[in-house]
T-cell receptor
Framework: GAVVSQHPSRVICKSGTSVKIECRSL??????MFWYRQFPKQSLMLMAT?????????EQGVEKDKFLINHASLTLSTLTVTSAHPEDSSFYIC??????????????FGPGTRLLVL | GNSVTQMEGPVTLSEEAFLTINCTYT??????LFWYVQYPGEGLQLLLKATKADDKGSNKGFEATYRKETTSFHLEKGSVQVSDSAVYFC?????????????FGKGTRLSVIA
């Protein structure tokens, strides 16, 4: 089936630095990708919807200047956490939507990226 | 808004035991309902789905029935295996809005011991 990869799988960074997370659809083109965030023992919470060639749509409460999303091609979306702080430590998961899939089950999820900010 | 509530884990069962993971939802209209599974170190995989009331989704011995009257979509399996150890997420989506994100429950960790 379709595969979505994320890189890196885990990253540790110092407070104040920026971290870029990549989400790739490996064998299909994705016009829409979603970025989720998951705190320990909590739900996946949608952060933003990333559409190829246009600006991302952010959920209420998500700072767009802090979480920069770029969807420059049909197979790659990036999430950059700028000036990271310890409270940004979390598990970030992306999903890619297959435009030919029709129904919701054609969302494919990446394995997630665990970010730890010291 | 839409929300999903699933039972707290972790759930620990012996091999061949019966599994139930409860899931209830709050939504306007008639959402589609899903169960996703996340094995250690891997991404979320669709386990099964149901798109309308009384539909039963099934896959790999797991099944769940869309119960509108109780707004529930409980996951069941008659005989679990060690390989079923994973985190299970109940989720819903708006079926009328095309590519929309999913609303997830918190996830339930299942550990099956031999």
């Amino acid at each position: 089936g379709a595969v979505v990869s994320q890189h890196p799988s885990r990253v540790i960074c110092k407070s104040g630095t920026s971290v870029k997370i990549e989400c790739r659809s490996l064998d299909f083109q994705a016009t829409t990708m979603f970025w989720y965030r998951q705190f320990p023992k909590q739900s996946l919470m949608l952060m933003a919807t990333s559409n190829e060639g246009s600006k991302a749509t952010y959920e209420q409460g998500v700072e767009k200047d802090k979480f920069l999303i770029n969807h420059a091609s049909l197979t790659l979306s990036t999430l950059t956490v700028t000036s990271a702080h310890p409270e940004d430590s979390s598990f970030y998961i992306c999903s890619a939507s297959d435009p030919f899939g029709g129904l919701q089950e054609t969302q494919y999820f990446g394995p997630g990226t665990r970010l730890l900010v010291l | 808004g839409n929300s999903v509530t699933q039972m707290e884990g972790p759930v620990t069962l012996s091999e061949e035991a019966f599994l139930t993971i409860n899931c209830t939802y709050t939504a306007t209209g008639y959402p589609s309902l899903f169960w996703y599974v996340q094995y250690p170190g891997e991404g979320l995989q669709l386990l099964l789905k149901a798109t309308k009331a009384d539909d039963k989704g099934s896959n790999k011995g797991f099944e769940a029935t869309y119960r509108k009257e109780t707004t529930s979509f409980h996951l069941e399996k008659g005989s679990v295996q060690v390989s079923d150890s994973a985190v299970y997420f109940c989720a819903l989506s708006d079926p009328y809005s095309g590519n929309t994100p999913l609303v997830f429950g918190k996830g339930t960790r299942l550990s099956v011991i031999a």
